[in-house]
């Protein structure tokens, strides 16, 4: 009953950037499906109100569709393409940037019995799964207030606030409220991510992240798989050819410059490395990336 409205309330105030009016709420609308792009999830809820989009992470595959959301609580290097799109029947979407501090406020407030009982083991950063009507309510609640100017400072932080609610307590809470709890498996391998991003064209040892994240070597490997689909040098390597990728861009004539700037002192492996993960060498994809425009490839962008 909900879809009708949330399609027309997204058409109507699509912008190209993606942004809006309000803080944090974002809109895609996409007429054409596009190949397979990497970029970084963010930490944000996407719901598709029309076409449909997949994602990769590692080698996990996530799929949703009309009425159905995502949720990534870690930003996480992923591969994303709009599979449901043309110029007559445009994908759309609506986007939230998840803040930890926000949930861990709502998790401080929530009484006993609020919430639903912990899992034992740490959740995937990413998940989905069919939106519940009191959620899609709260979402075209909030993209009404885009044509209420009035109301949207008063009402915009109140209907967030419900949104965050309706994942907390909904079939992914799990992997949302982890985001809010400083000591928490996931909010450990966040800490790890955040360092292994900043640091990428450095060589690294597991043992030594493992103890700056505040776990045993064996844990955090144990965690890090489960949020990220991935081991720490995957993920690195993952980092260092999404960086190599915009490097080229604007530097295409610089192949092995910009494989020494990410961390590979051997041109060779970088070229194998890089082709194997965007299916053409280094120069002939740069020359590629100066040919097209790409849609945001991730996830509600």
């Given at each position: 009953?909900?879809l009708?409205?949330f ?14 009016a309000?803080?944090?709420v ?9 190949p397979p792009?990497?970029s ?34 870690v ?5 994303g ?9 445009p ?13 861990a ?73 982890q ?8 909010s ?14 450095q ?51 610089d ?14 492996q ?10 053409a060498?280094?120069?002939r994809d740069?020359?590629r ?13």
């Amino acid at each position: 009953m909900y879809l009708d409205e949330f399609r027309s309330l997204l058409d109507r105030h699509a912008r190209p950037d993606w942004t809006t009016a309000i803080d944090g709420v974002l809109i895609s609308k996409v007429d054409r499906p596009d190949p397979p792009a990497p970029s970084m999830s963010g930490t944000v809820l996407a719901v598709i109100a029309q076409g449909a989009k997949r994602l990769a992470l590692g080698d996990r595959v996530y799929e949703y569709g009309p009425g159905q959301y995502l949720v990534a609580s870690v930003d996480l290097p992923v591969t994303g393409q709009f599979t449901q799109a043309e110029p007559g029947r445009p994908a759309l979407g609506f986007g939230l940037t998840l803040n930890p501090t926000d949930v861990a406020e709502l998790l401080l407030q929530a009484g006993p019995g609020d919430l639903p009982r912990a899992g034992g083991s740490t959740p995937s950063g990413i998940a989905v799964s069919d939106a519940s009507a009191a959620l899609l309510d709260a979402v075209v609640r909030m993209l009404r207030l885009l044509g209420e100017p009035r109301d949207r400072a008063v009402l915009a932080p109140l209907i967030k606030r419900e949104i965050l609610w309706r994942l907390i307590t909904g079939e992914q809470g799990a992997t949302v409220r982890q985001l809010g709890l400083a000591d928490s498996g996931l909010s450990h391998v966040s800490r790890a991510v955040r360092w292994i991003r900043e640091h990428y064209a450095q060589p690294f040892r597991v043992e030594d992240v493992a103890r700056m994240s505040g776990m045993s070597a064996s844990a955090f490997y144990r965690n890090f798989q489960a949020v990220t689909a991935m081991s720490p040098t995957q993920f690195q390597k993952q980092i260092r050819l999404q960086e190599a990728r915009l490097l080229l861009a604007t530097r295409p004539g610089d192949v092995t410059g910009v494989g020494r700037r990410v961390g590979y002192d051997n041109p060779s492996q970088f070229s194998r490395e890089y082709r194997r993960q965007f299916g053409a060498p280094p120069s002939r994809d740069a020359a590629r990336l100066r040919d097209t425009t790409r849609t945001p490839a991730g996830i509600l962008p």
